[in-house]
Structure formats: C-alpha cells, structure tokens
C-alpha cells in the first residue's frame, strides 16, 4: 500500500503566497512522475502541475510564473510553491503520484486526500 500525506492549505490573502507539500510513502519502488490538481466547486478537477522522475515540469497556463513545482526523492516528497495567488486559485489541492510497486513492477497512480486553499480578496 502506498499512502500520501499533504500538508499547507491554508486560508491567505490575494497577492499572498502558500506551499503546499505531499509525501508518499509504503510499498514503493520508485517514484515516476508527480503531480498536483485542483478542483474548485462546481468544476471539474484540472491539473495544476506536473514532474517527472527526470525534472522536467509542466504548468497549467492559469499558474506560469506564479507556481512552482518540485520534488525531493530522498524524502518522496513534491512541493507546490504558489505565489501572487488570486481568488480563483480557491479550491482544494490534491496531489497525484505515479509509483512502480515492488510487488508487481507495474505502475500505479495516487491520489492524496486533498487540501483547501482559500484565497481572500
């Protein structure tokens, strides 16, 4: 079993910043990629950011230039770094990480139990 733990959401002020962290752990043979997701209410969950094992990232264009997405392979951790949040940021933050399990060598995808991050005007 693999369980992710998130952490920093939060309620912060429009202009403000937060960082958000999730770190896997369990049964796990290696990392592949990791990610986070949003989903305000009423709309569908999208994706925020991604990494992959290599470094490489990827932003959703609502975030370039004020998100930051990192990772910590010792710690199986990945960091959200948000900064000039605005009020549509709001929503809750999951997590998402693909491990290939010891058990099977296969890939499977998690998901955290998600944090809520309220942006104030």
């Known amino acids: 079993q693999v369980q992710l733990v998130e952490s920093g959401g939060g309620l912060v002020q429009a202009g403000g910043s937060r960082r958000l962290s999730c770190a896997a752990s369990g049964s796990i043979r290696s990392i592949n990629s990791m990610g986070w997701f949003r989903q305000a209410p009423v709309k569908q969950r999208e994706l925020v950011a991604g990494i992959t094992s290599g470094g490489s990232t990827n932003y959703a264009d609502s975030v370039k230039g004020r998100f930051t997405i990192s990772r910590d392979n010792a710690k199986n951790t990945v960091y959200l770094e948000m900064s000039s949040l605005k009020p549509e940021d709001t929503a809750v933050y999951y997590c998402?990480?693909?491990?290939?399990?010891?058990?099977?060598?296969?890939?499977?995808?998690?998901w955290g139990q998600g944090t809520q991050v309220t942006v104030s005007s």
């Open positions: 998402n990480v693909v491990v290939t399990l010891p058990v099977d060598g296969l890939a499977r995808g998690y």
